[in-house]
């Protein structure tokens, strides 16, 4: 039997970035393995055709899939009790490619969206539910937290904020964490400006903002220092090939979202 789904605006992404990740890993030659996403695909009641048009939507997706499980596998192979903060999870998996890697697991995101991710993954100790938004300082007193290393996660949410959000968001982090290595992937402003999501055209889902470097975002974060920009031109060589030629040009690689690297000073 299948569910049906009732989302619009920016909880609707959700749904269309699982079809993506789903779609890739039933591919000959897949570039993510993410075997739940293709289970809860069959359990939703959803039309799917305005995602399977959007390949602009896919291709990010996948490679942003493909930076953010290297970066965060290979940062918790270094901390192996680390908690990690993934905000605005959706319907994100990661937490399940990653069994056995961190000592707790708290997956982040608004009510209405975590009413649909309940339904459908029952989650328990060490990964947490909690359904409140990243900038509602309150969130972070669900957290169990004793000085560990801490890695907050943070994909596919900076574009649809306020400024002023984006700030209150890292205020937050910096308030409650010690330590913190924060990766956030953000929208170059010209794409911002030029750019509409096709698969989610008719809903309520706009960009709103971009920043064009880990150095520009300290003047949002100041207490953040930027340690390394990596585009997700990274991730598109692995499945485009022409990427491995495209990427050399500055330009694309300007045009492509980026996830930033933050450490708190």
């Known amino acids: ?38 289970e809860l695909v069959k359990k939703l009641d959803y039309d799917f055709s305005k995602a399977d048009k ?15 499980d290297r970066m965060v ?48 993954l029952e989650e328990n100790d060490p990964v947490y539910q909690i359904a409140k938004s990243a900038t509602d300082p309150s969130y972070t007193l669900d957290i169990e937290y004793h000085g560990e290393p801490v890695l907050v ?25 010690t330590q913190a290595k924060v990766l956030v992937e953000v929208m170059a402003p010209f794409v911002v400006k030029h750019m509409k999501e096709k698969s989610i055209e008719g809903s309520q889902a706009k960009f709103i903002w971009g920043v064009k470097s880990g150095k520009a975002f300290q003047s949002v974060a100041p207490s953040f220092r930027s340690e ?11 499945f485009v090939p022409v990427y491995k030629v495209l990427g050399k040009i500055p330009a694309v690689r300007n045009f492509s979202n980026k996830i930033l690297i933050l450490n708190k000073r």
């Open 54 to 68: 959007d390949n602009a939507m896919t291709y990010g997706v996948i490679a942003r899939t493909i930076v953010l």
């Open 153 to 177: 996660v943070i994909e596919g949410l900076t574009m649809y904020l306020t400024e002023q959000n984006v700030r209150k968001m890292f205020e937050i982090i910096d308030q409650t964490f």
């Open 1 to 38: 039997m299948k569910e049906k789904v009732n989302v619009t605006g920016v909880p609707e992404t959700m749904v269309q970035t699982l079809y993506a990740r789903a779609k890739e890993t039933r591919k000959k030659n897949a570039k993510i393995n993410d075997e739940i996403a293709v």
């Open 228 to 238: 390394k920009d990596i585009s997700l031109v990274e991730g598109m060589k692995e």
């Open 73 to 120: 596998e290979q940062y918790l192979k270094k901390h192996e009790n680390t908690v990690v903060v993934n905000i605005a999870c959706g319907l994100d998996t990661r937490c399940y490619r990653m069994k056995g890697k961190y000592q707790r697991w708290y997956n982040i995101d608004l009510p209405e969206t975590m009413d649909i991710r309940s339904r459908f």
